[in-house]
């Protein structure tokens, strides 16, 4: 599966955005689908994910309440709803799929294919 992010900008403290993950050349259906990012001088976290087999979502502690991860398998996309964002979640943010129904939980090497990242800036 080839995966196209999409979706992130420049935004105000406070704001939203909306990320998108649109998937080619296999369905998504099949696939933990997770979103992570990386900010510039740190590690890569996972940020939400959303599981193969029952559409269960995990999201980090960190964007819980603000980050919602939704799938539309008639569009073959997952979408990051973004809330109240903060400074903190600036990042280059990225999606990535797994075919293993425990990978949103598991070690991020259990994602093998990845996006191109979009970035996402939030600043006043």
Do not use: H
């Amino acid at each position: 599966v080839q995966l196209q992010a999409s979706g992130g900008g420049l935004v105000q403290p406070g704001g939203s955005l909306k990320l998108s993950c649109a998937g080619s050349g296999s369905s998504l259906r099949g696939y933990s689908v997770g979103w992570f990012r990386q900010a510039p001088g740190k590690e890569r976290e996972r940020v939400s994910c959303v599981r193969a087999s029952n559409n269960m979502a995990y999201s980090a502690d960190s964007v819980k309440g603000r980050f919602t991860i939704s799938r539309d398998v008639a569009k073959n996309t997952v979408y990051l709803q973004m809330n109240n964002l903060k400074p903190e979640d600036t990042a280059v943010y990225y999606c990535a799929t797994s075919r293993n129904i425990y990978a949103c939980s598991g070690s991020e090497d259990l994602f093998a294919s990845w996006g191109q990242g979009t970035q996402v800036t939030v600043s006043s």
